[in-house]
């Protein structure tokens, strides 16, 4: 049982980030003070709409510089914390070099964060958002447990360097927490293990990945048809909302699924479709032998393809509904609330 006193400060590291700055934003919601560390604060175009929006809220911001590959970096933002929220780490699947681009600033990254959670010693929680990637690597690799359902019990055992290092990254980075949190007895550690986050950025410019997936629904690019690809969909504003509990809930321990609905990107095309009519939105599955065929050119790997096209992914979420009472949007809000704010800031193109 780990009590935090609402009135000491909060860190938050990537606080800029999508699914991070909807976490400030709920945590000075509720009044909290947030110690909130970017790589820039002084970059206006990524930190500016998470300060312009705390101007509006009642809790207090404050910006630390800090980078994950700088050791000690956190000390400063960490300083009078009991709470740390680890989120920052690289989300693209664009990658030169996988080792430098993503599983340095995740893996050194994270041990970076838990070493100043070790050496603050106001820290009693760090709440570390890891991923359902740490969880499963392909969509085939449900097909062997029981009820070909995802749990907690589950690891991902068949990423790499060389085949989807980002689920590789965050693998080996949640493996590295649990030793850390492990070797010490002073704070506790409780993992968020999201699937893909859907729904509104707080900023315009925002990056993440998720951008670029649900991009691909509404461009024309998929107007032919959809590779079958089962996906497990979460709301950003849900996902702050469990973050916040994973903080505050004083039982709350352990890896934690937090995945709303088990869909496929047919499935989020047919929740634009009454809405958005008017977009090029995929009503076809294509047959994985051209997926398979074309992949390749699309960026996407044979081995890939192979591994996931054509299968559903289920992942369960009993935990974070019986354990911290999280209560989900309907797909249908937040898939639409994205598309409508992708194309209200010009990210898709808006037709008539
Ligand atoms: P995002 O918007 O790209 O946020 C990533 C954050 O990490 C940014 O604030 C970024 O800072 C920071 N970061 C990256 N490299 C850094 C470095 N070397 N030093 C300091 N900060 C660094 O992506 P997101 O989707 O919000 O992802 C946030 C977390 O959620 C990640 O841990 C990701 O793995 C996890 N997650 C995301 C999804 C999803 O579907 N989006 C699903 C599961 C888990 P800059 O802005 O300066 O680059």
């Given at each position: 049982?780990?009590?935090?006193?609402?009135?000491?400060?909060v860190?938050?590291t990537?606080a800029n980030?999508?699914?991070?700055?909807?976490?400030?934003?709920k945590?000075l919601s509720?009044?909290?003070?947030?110690?909130?560390?970017?790589?820039d604060?002084?970059n206006?175009?990524?930190?500016g709409?998470?300060?312009?929006?705390a101007?509006?809220l009642?809790g207090?911001?404050k910006l630390f510089?800090?980078d994950?590959?700088s050791?000690?970096?956190?000390?400063a933002?960490?300083?009078?914390?009991?709470?740390?929220?680890?989120?920052?780490s690289?989300?693209?699947?664009?990658t030169?070099?996988?080792q430098?681009e993503?599983?340095?600033?995740?893996l050194?990254g994270?041990r970076?964060?838990l070493?100043?959670a070790?050496?603050?010693d106001?820290i009693?929680?760090?709440?570390?958002t890891?991923?359902?990637?740490?969880?499963y690597?392909?969509n085939?690799d449900?097909?062997?447990k029981?009820?070909?359902?995802?749990t907690e019990?589950?690891?991902?055992?068949s990423?790499?360097?060389e085949?989807n290092?980002?689920?590789?990254?965050?693998t080996?980075?949640?493996q590295?927490?649990?030793e850390?949190?492990d070797a010490?007895d002073r704070?506790d550690?409780?993992?968020?293990?999201?699937s893909?986050?859907?729904?509104?950025a707080?900023?315009?410019?925002?990056t993440s990945?998720?951008?670029a997936?649900v991009k691909?629904?509404?461009?024309?690019?998929?107007?032919?048809?959809?590779?079958h690809?089962?996906?497990g969909v979460?709301?950003?504003?849900?996902?702050?909302?469990?973050?916040?509990?994973?903080?505050f809930?004083?039982?709350?321990?352990g890896r934690?699924i937090?995945s709303?609905w088990n869909?496929?990107?047919l499935?989020?095309a047919?929740?634009?479709?009454?809405r958005f009519?008017?977009?090029?939105?995929?009503t076809?599955t294509?047959p994985k032998?051209?997926?398979?065929?074309?992949?390749?050119?699309?960026?996407l790997?044979?081995?890939f393809?192979?591994?996931n096209i054509?299968?559903d992914?289920?992942a369960?979420?009993?935990?974070v509904v019986?354990?911290?009472g999280m209560?989900?949007r309907?797909?249908e809000?937040s898939?639409q609330?994205?598309f409508?704010?992708m194309i209200?800031?010009?990210?898709?193109?808006?037709?008539?």
């Open positions: 049982m780990t009590e935090i006193n609402p009135e000491a400060p860190m938050v990537g980030g999508y699914v991070a700055s909807w976490l400030v934003h945590l509720e009044g909290h003070t947030v110690h909130a560390a970017v790589r604060p002084d206006t175009d990524k930190v709409p998470l300060v312009d929006v101007g509006t009642p207090t911001l510089q800090a994950l590959l050791d000690g970096a956190y000390d933002a960490a300083a009078g914390c009991e709470l740390i929220f680890h989120t920052a690289p989300f693209t699947m664009q030169r070099d996988p430098a993503l599983v340095e600033p995740a050194r994270t970076n964060v070493e100043t070790s050496r603050t106001t009693k929680r760090v709440v570390l890891s991923s359902c990637a740490a969880i690597g392909d085939i449900c097909e062997d029981p009820g070909k359902t995802l019990a589950h690891w991902n055992t990423s790499s360097l085949h290092p980002y689920q590789y990254s965050k080996l980075a949640e590295a927490a649990w850390m949190a010490q704070w550690l409780v993992v968020v293990n999201p893909l986050v859907i729904g509104p707080i900023n315009p410019k925002a990945e998720s951008f997936i691909q629904l509404g461009d024309g690019s998929m107007k032919p048809g959809a590779p690809l089962g996906l979460i709301d950003v504003r849900d996902l702050a909302e469990a973050h916040y509990r994973a903080g809930t004083p039982a709350a321990h934690n937090v709303a869909t496929s990107l499935g989020l047919a929740a634009l479709r009454g009519s008017n977009y090029p939105l995929p076809r294509l032998f051209l997926v398979w065929l074309v992949g390749p050119t699309q960026g790997s044979r081995k393809v192979s591994r054509g299968y992914l289920k369960d979420h009993t935990k019986s354990e911290l209560s989900f309907p797909l809000e898939i609330d994205m409508a704010w209200d800031v010009g990210r898709l193109r808006a037709r008539k």
